[in-house]
Protein backbone atom coordinates (compact mmCIF):
# COMPACT_ATOMS: atom_id res chain seq x y z
CA UNK A 1 0.00 0.00 0.00
CA UNK A 2 1.10 3.61 -0.79
CA UNK A 3 -0.45 6.69 2.04
CA UNK A 4 -1.21 9.24 0.76
CA UNK A 5 -1.66 12.61 2.79
CA UNK A 6 -5.34 14.02 2.16
CA UNK A 7 -8.04 16.46 3.12
CA UNK A 8 -11.13 14.46 4.01
CA UNK A 9 -14.73 14.89 5.31
CA UNK A 10 -16.58 12.89 7.84
CA UNK A 11 -19.77 13.94 7.79
CA UNK A 12 -22.29 16.64 5.97
CA UNK A 13 -21.72 19.48 8.58
CA UNK A 14 -18.09 18.59 9.04
CA UNK A 15 -15.43 20.73 7.92
CA UNK A 16 -12.73 18.98 6.24
CA UNK A 17 -9.43 17.57 8.53
CA UNK A 18 -6.04 16.01 7.37
CA UNK A 19 -5.99 12.44 7.07
CA UNK A 20 -3.62 9.68 5.37
CA UNK A 21 -5.30 7.39 2.78
CA UNK A 22 -4.38 4.49 1.87
CA UNK A 23 -3.47 3.62 -2.10
CA UNK A 24 -3.46 0.50 -3.58
CA UNK A 25 0.21 -0.75 -4.39
CA UNK A 26 0.12 -0.10 -8.07
CA UNK A 27 -0.48 -3.49 -10.81
CA UNK A 28 0.73 -3.91 -14.17
CA UNK A 29 -0.96 -1.61 -15.83
CA UNK A 30 -1.08 0.95 -13.46
CA UNK A 31 -0.30 4.45 -12.92
CA UNK A 32 1.10 6.48 -10.12
CA UNK A 33 0.37 10.02 -10.39
CA UNK A 34 1.37 12.89 -7.85
CA UNK A 35 -1.25 15.30 -7.97
CA UNK A 36 -0.02 18.53 -8.32
CA UNK A 37 -3.70 20.73 -8.32
CA UNK A 38 -7.06 19.79 -7.99
CA UNK A 39 -9.88 21.63 -9.66
CA UNK A 40 -12.87 21.88 -6.67
CA UNK A 41 -16.60 21.04 -8.48
CA UNK A 42 -19.97 21.81 -7.66
CA UNK A 43 -20.56 18.13 -7.52
CA UNK A 44 -17.86 17.46 -4.78
CA UNK A 45 -19.74 20.07 -2.87
CA UNK A 46 -22.67 18.17 -3.28
CA UNK A 47 -21.46 14.95 -2.38
CA UNK A 48 -19.40 16.25 0.64
CA UNK A 49 -22.66 17.80 2.27
CA UNK A 50 -24.17 14.97 0.94
CA UNK A 51 -27.31 17.08 -0.94
CA UNK A 52 -27.78 13.79 -3.17
CA UNK A 53 -27.86 11.51 -0.22
CA UNK A 54 -25.25 9.24 -1.11
CA UNK A 55 -22.68 10.00 0.16
CA UNK A 56 -19.65 7.58 1.37
CA UNK A 57 -18.13 9.03 4.89
CA UNK A 58 -14.98 9.56 5.39
CA UNK A 59 -15.09 11.06 1.70
CA UNK A 60 -12.04 12.84 -0.30
CA UNK A 61 -13.41 14.49 -3.04
CA UNK A 62 -11.85 15.76 -6.27
CA UNK A 63 -12.24 15.07 -9.91
CA UNK A 64 -10.08 17.05 -11.65
CA UNK A 65 -6.62 15.90 -11.08
CA UNK A 66 -3.82 16.90 -12.92
CA UNK A 67 0.42 16.05 -12.05
CA UNK A 68 3.14 13.88 -13.22
CA UNK A 69 3.66 10.38 -13.62
CA UNK A 70 5.51 8.73 -10.19
CA UNK A 71 5.73 5.58 -11.56
CA UNK A 72 4.21 2.22 -13.96
CA UNK A 73 3.06 -0.54 -13.89
CA UNK A 74 5.12 -3.20 -15.84
CA UNK A 75 2.47 -3.51 -18.65
CA UNK A 76 2.00 0.24 -19.03
CA UNK A 77 2.45 1.39 -22.34
CA UNK A 78 0.50 5.14 -22.90
CA UNK A 79 2.57 7.07 -20.36
CA UNK A 80 6.59 7.31 -18.89
CA UNK A 81 7.67 8.08 -15.44
CA UNK A 82 7.23 12.25 -15.64
CA UNK A 83 4.60 12.74 -17.76
CA UNK A 84 2.27 15.71 -17.47
CA UNK A 85 -1.08 13.77 -16.98
CA UNK A 86 -4.88 14.11 -15.95
CA UNK A 87 -7.43 11.93 -14.45
CA UNK A 88 -11.02 13.08 -14.18
CA UNK A 89 -14.28 11.66 -12.81
CA UNK A 90 -13.89 7.73 -13.84
CA UNK A 91 -11.06 5.26 -12.89
CA UNK A 92 -12.54 2.35 -13.42
CA UNK A 93 -15.47 0.62 -16.65
CA UNK A 94 -16.13 -3.04 -17.75
CA UNK A 95 -14.23 -2.31 -20.77
CA UNK A 96 -16.82 -4.83 -22.47
CA UNK A 97 -19.89 -3.47 -23.09
CA UNK A 98 -21.00 -1.64 -26.15
CA UNK A 99 -20.66 1.24 -24.80
CA UNK A 100 -17.49 0.86 -23.25
CA UNK A 101 -16.35 -0.66 -26.87
CA UNK A 102 -17.53 2.64 -28.42
CA UNK A 103 -15.39 4.82 -26.43
CA UNK A 104 -18.21 5.81 -24.13
CA UNK A 105 -17.09 4.98 -20.94
CA UNK A 106 -19.38 7.46 -19.08
CA UNK A 107 -22.40 5.46 -20.18
CA UNK A 108 -20.95 1.77 -19.25
CA UNK A 109 -23.77 -0.50 -19.00
CA UNK A 110 -21.80 -2.69 -16.48
CA UNK A 111 -21.31 -0.14 -13.93
CA UNK A 112 -18.33 2.65 -14.21
CA UNK A 113 -16.09 3.80 -11.02
CA UNK A 114 -16.19 7.06 -10.09
CA UNK A 115 -13.22 8.74 -8.88
CA UNK A 116 -14.67 9.22 -5.58
CA UNK A 117 -17.61 8.47 -3.51
CA UNK A 118 -18.62 5.16 -5.12
CA UNK A 119 -17.15 1.55 -4.37
CA UNK A 120 -14.42 0.13 -6.84
CA UNK A 121 -14.27 -3.24 -8.21
CA UNK A 122 -11.93 -4.69 -5.10
CA UNK A 123 -14.55 -3.39 -2.83
CA UNK A 124 -13.09 -0.71 -1.28
CA UNK A 125 -14.48 2.71 -1.59
CA UNK A 126 -12.83 5.26 -3.71
CA UNK A 127 -10.81 8.57 -2.39
CA UNK A 128 -9.75 11.24 -5.07
CA UNK A 129 -7.75 14.44 -5.59
CA UNK A 130 -7.57 16.25 -2.28
CA UNK A 131 -4.72 13.77 -2.23
CA UNK A 132 -0.96 13.82 -2.49
CA UNK A 133 -1.26 10.79 -5.08
CA UNK A 134 -3.77 8.34 -6.85
CA UNK A 135 -3.07 5.05 -8.54
CA UNK A 136 -5.46 4.87 -11.86
CA UNK A 137 -5.22 2.18 -14.27
CA UNK A 138 -4.17 3.83 -17.27
CA UNK A 139 -6.96 3.27 -19.83
CA UNK A 140 -8.08 6.08 -17.26
CA UNK A 141 -5.15 8.62 -17.44
CA UNK A 142 -5.24 11.39 -20.18
CA UNK A 143 -1.90 12.95 -21.66
CA UNK A 144 -2.04 17.03 -20.66
CA UNK A 145 -0.10 19.35 -23.47
CA UNK A 146 3.03 21.21 -21.99
CA UNK A 147 1.28 23.76 -23.40
CA UNK A 148 -1.38 24.33 -20.66
CA UNK A 149 -0.58 25.19 -17.24
CA UNK A 150 -1.43 22.03 -14.84
CA UNK A 151 -3.82 24.65 -12.50
CA UNK A 152 -5.21 25.63 -15.63
CA UNK A 153 -5.76 22.01 -16.91
CA UNK A 154 -7.24 20.43 -13.98
CA UNK A 155 -10.67 21.86 -14.88
CA UNK A 156 -10.56 20.54 -18.01
CA UNK A 157 -10.63 17.28 -16.86
CA UNK A 158 -14.64 17.44 -15.70
CA UNK A 159 -15.93 20.86 -16.34
CA UNK A 160 -13.93 21.29 -19.35
CA UNK A 161 -14.97 17.40 -21.38
CA UNK A 162 -18.32 18.06 -19.83
CA UNK A 163 -18.97 21.27 -22.04
CA UNK A 164 -16.86 19.40 -24.98
CA UNK A 165 -18.77 16.40 -25.36
CA UNK A 166 -21.97 18.27 -26.06
CA UNK A 167 -20.81 20.99 -27.94
CA UNK A 168 -19.02 18.15 -30.70
CA UNK A 169 -21.41 15.94 -30.56
CA UNK A 170 -24.44 18.68 -31.43
CA UNK A 171 -22.04 19.88 -34.08
CA UNK A 172 -21.29 23.32 -32.25
CA UNK A 173 -19.39 25.13 -35.46
CA UNK A 174 -19.47 27.33 -38.27
CA UNK A 175 -22.92 28.93 -39.02
CA UNK A 176 -24.50 27.52 -35.81
CA UNK A 177 -26.06 30.02 -33.30
CA UNK A 178 -25.08 28.31 -29.62
CA UNK A 179 -26.20 29.93 -26.57
CA UNK A 180 -24.46 28.91 -22.95
CA UNK A 181 -26.86 29.27 -19.66
CA UNK A 182 -24.90 29.81 -17.13
CA UNK A 183 -21.19 31.60 -17.14
CA UNK A 184 -19.43 29.75 -14.11
CA UNK A 185 -16.57 26.91 -14.24
CA UNK A 186 -18.06 25.13 -16.87
CA UNK A 187 -19.77 28.24 -18.93
CA UNK A 188 -16.21 29.98 -19.28
CA UNK A 189 -14.67 27.17 -20.57
CA UNK A 190 -17.54 26.08 -22.54
CA UNK A 191 -17.59 29.83 -24.56
CA UNK A 192 -13.70 29.22 -25.80
CA UNK A 193 -14.93 26.06 -26.78
CA UNK A 194 -17.44 27.63 -28.55
CA UNK A 195 -15.71 29.95 -30.44
CA UNK A 196 -12.76 28.07 -31.19
CA UNK A 197 -15.56 25.79 -32.96
CA UNK A 198 -16.38 28.85 -34.72
CA UNK A 199 -19.90 29.09 -33.41
CA UNK A 200 -21.74 32.12 -32.50
CA UNK A 201 -22.30 32.04 -28.86
CA UNK A 202 -24.26 34.06 -26.39
CA UNK A 203 -24.01 33.69 -22.43
CA UNK A 204 -27.32 33.47 -20.33
CA UNK A 205 -26.99 34.46 -16.62
CA UNK A 206 -28.37 36.43 -13.55
CA UNK A 207 -25.69 38.54 -13.58
CA UNK A 208 -24.61 41.45 -15.52
CA UNK A 209 -21.28 41.01 -13.51
CA UNK A 210 -19.86 38.70 -15.99
CA UNK A 211 -20.48 40.63 -18.88
CA UNK A 212 -16.79 41.89 -19.69
CA UNK A 213 -15.68 38.56 -18.52
CA UNK A 214 -17.76 36.66 -21.24
CA UNK A 215 -17.03 38.89 -23.82
CA UNK A 216 -12.94 39.23 -23.80
CA UNK A 217 -13.19 35.00 -23.53
CA UNK A 218 -14.76 34.95 -26.48
CA UNK A 219 -19.12 35.71 -25.91
CA UNK A 220 -20.58 37.12 -28.88
CA UNK A 221 -23.63 38.74 -26.68
CA UNK A 222 -23.95 38.60 -23.09
CA UNK A 223 -28.00 38.62 -22.05
CA UNK A 224 -29.69 38.46 -18.39
CA UNK A 225 -31.93 35.90 -18.19
CA UNK A 226 -34.20 38.05 -15.82
CA UNK A 227 -34.76 40.63 -18.60
CA UNK A 228 -37.86 39.59 -20.44
CA UNK A 229 -36.87 41.60 -23.48
CA UNK A 230 -34.24 38.64 -23.89
CA UNK A 231 -36.29 35.81 -24.56
CA UNK A 232 -38.14 38.06 -26.90
CA UNK A 233 -35.40 39.22 -29.01
CA UNK A 234 -33.86 35.67 -29.20
CA UNK A 235 -37.37 33.62 -29.91
CA UNK A 236 -36.40 30.80 -31.99
CA UNK A 237 -32.71 32.49 -32.38
CA UNK A 238 -30.28 29.11 -31.61
CA UNK A 239 -29.71 25.60 -32.47
CA UNK A 240 -28.25 24.53 -29.49
CA UNK A 241 -28.39 25.42 -26.18
CA UNK A 242 -26.53 24.05 -23.07
CA UNK A 243 -27.88 24.97 -19.65
CA UNK A 244 -24.87 24.12 -16.80
CA UNK A 245 -27.67 25.55 -14.26
CA UNK A 246 -30.46 23.46 -12.58
CA UNK A 247 -33.72 24.44 -14.44
CA UNK A 248 -37.00 23.12 -13.81
CA UNK A 249 -39.80 25.29 -13.79
CA UNK A 250 -38.86 27.67 -16.89
CA UNK A 251 -38.13 25.68 -19.66
CA UNK A 252 -41.02 26.60 -21.67
CA UNK A 253 -39.21 29.86 -21.95
CA UNK A 254 -35.58 28.70 -22.87
CA UNK A 255 -37.42 26.02 -25.52
CA UNK A 256 -38.74 28.98 -27.02
CA UNK A 257 -35.07 29.96 -27.89
CA UNK A 258 -34.33 26.85 -30.30
CA UNK A 259 -34.59 27.47 -33.82
CA UNK A 260 -35.96 24.50 -35.59
CA UNK A 261 -34.52 21.28 -34.78
CA UNK A 262 -33.03 22.88 -32.07
CA UNK A 263 -31.41 21.06 -28.89
CA UNK A 264 -31.77 21.86 -25.75
CA UNK A 265 -29.09 19.89 -23.04
CA UNK A 266 -29.29 19.99 -19.30
CA UNK A 267 -26.10 19.13 -17.75
CA UNK A 268 -27.25 20.11 -14.12
CA UNK A 269 -29.03 17.64 -11.86
CA UNK A 270 -31.96 19.86 -10.89
CA UNK A 271 -33.84 19.12 -7.49
CA UNK A 272 -37.24 18.49 -9.02
CA UNK A 273 -38.26 16.82 -12.13
CA UNK A 274 -37.91 19.06 -15.24
CA UNK A 275 -41.44 20.82 -16.40
CA UNK A 276 -42.30 21.40 -19.67
CA UNK A 277 -45.30 21.62 -22.02
CA UNK A 278 -46.02 19.19 -25.06
CA UNK A 279 -46.45 22.49 -27.03
CA UNK A 280 -42.73 23.83 -26.26
CA UNK A 281 -41.64 20.81 -27.88
CA UNK A 282 -43.63 20.55 -30.52
CA UNK A 283 -43.24 23.85 -32.18
CA UNK A 284 -39.86 23.99 -34.36
CA UNK A 285 -39.32 20.42 -33.66
CA UNK A 286 -37.30 21.44 -30.34
CA UNK A 287 -34.98 18.66 -28.33
CA UNK A 288 -34.42 18.03 -24.88
CA UNK A 289 -31.05 16.00 -24.24
CA UNK A 290 -28.90 15.62 -21.33
CA UNK A 291 -25.05 14.21 -21.61
CA UNK A 292 -22.71 13.27 -18.99
CA UNK A 293 -19.28 14.15 -19.04
CA UNK A 294 -17.11 12.45 -21.95
CA UNK A 295 -14.88 9.26 -22.82
CA UNK A 296 -11.18 8.69 -22.46
CA UNK A 297 -10.29 9.51 -26.32
CA UNK A 298 -12.71 12.46 -26.50
CA UNK A 299 -10.99 13.74 -23.14
CA UNK A 300 -7.89 13.30 -24.59
CA UNK A 301 -9.39 14.74 -27.95
CA UNK A 302 -10.78 17.94 -24.91
CA UNK A 303 -7.08 18.18 -24.37
CA UNK A 304 -5.28 18.38 -27.71
CA UNK A 305 -7.99 21.05 -29.09
CA UNK A 306 -7.39 23.45 -26.05
CA UNK A 307 -3.68 23.10 -25.81
CA UNK A 308 -4.13 23.99 -29.93
CA UNK A 309 -6.36 27.16 -29.37
CA UNK A 310 -5.14 28.20 -26.14
CA UNK A 311 -8.00 27.58 -24.04
CA UNK A 312 -7.64 26.82 -20.15
CA UNK A 313 -9.47 27.15 -17.05
CA UNK A 314 -9.47 30.78 -15.55
CA UNK A 315 -8.52 29.77 -11.80
CA UNK A 316 -8.55 30.80 -8.12
CA UNK A 317 -5.48 28.63 -6.39
CA UNK A 318 -6.28 27.95 -3.01
CA UNK A 319 -4.17 26.69 0.35
CA UNK A 320 -5.40 22.93 1.36
CA UNK A 321 -6.79 24.61 4.47
CA UNK A 322 -8.72 26.75 2.62
CA UNK A 323 -11.46 24.11 1.62
CA UNK A 324 -14.15 24.99 3.83
CA UNK A 325 -14.38 28.62 2.47
CA UNK A 326 -13.76 27.95 -1.06
CA UNK A 327 -17.17 26.29 -0.69
CA UNK A 328 -19.02 28.60 0.72
CA UNK A 329 -17.69 30.70 -2.04
CA UNK A 330 -18.59 28.70 -4.88
CA UNK A 331 -22.19 28.15 -3.33
CA UNK A 332 -22.16 31.97 -3.33
CA UNK A 333 -20.93 32.58 -6.54
CA UNK A 334 -17.97 34.11 -5.61
CA UNK A 335 -15.52 33.15 -7.86
CA UNK A 336 -13.57 33.58 -11.20
CA UNK A 337 -14.25 30.93 -12.43
CA UNK A 338 -12.83 27.65 -10.49
CA UNK A 339 -10.99 26.97 -7.21
CA UNK A 340 -8.05 24.90 -7.75
CA UNK A 341 -5.87 23.82 -4.49
CA UNK A 342 -2.63 23.73 -4.46
CA UNK A 343 -2.20 20.03 -3.30
CA UNK A 344 1.80 20.48 -2.53
CA UNK A 345 -0.55 22.73 0.93
CA UNK A 346 -2.22 19.20 1.78
Not at 17 to 46: F, K, N
Not at 137 to 151: H, M, W, Y
Not at 156 to 178: D, E, F
Not at 303 to 321: Q, T, Y
Request: charged residues 20%; proline residues 3%; contains cysteine.
Amino acid sequence: MILSKARCACGPDQSFVRTTIERRTPGLRDVLIDIAYAGICHSDVEHARSLRGKTIYPIVPGHEMAGTVAAVGAEVTRVRVGDRVGVGNMVDACGECENCRAGLEQYCSGGRTLAYNAIGRDGQPTYGGYSQNVVVDERFVVRIPESIALQKAAPLLCAGITMYSPLRHWRAGSGKNVAIIGFGGLGHVGVQMARALGARTTVLDLSAAKCEDALRLGADEYRLSTDPHTFTALDSVFDLIISTVPIHDQLDRYLGLLARDGVYVNLAVPAKPLNVSAAALLTNRRSIAGTRSGGIAETQEMLDFCAMHGIGAEVEVIHADGIDDAYQRLLAGDVRFRFVIDNSTL
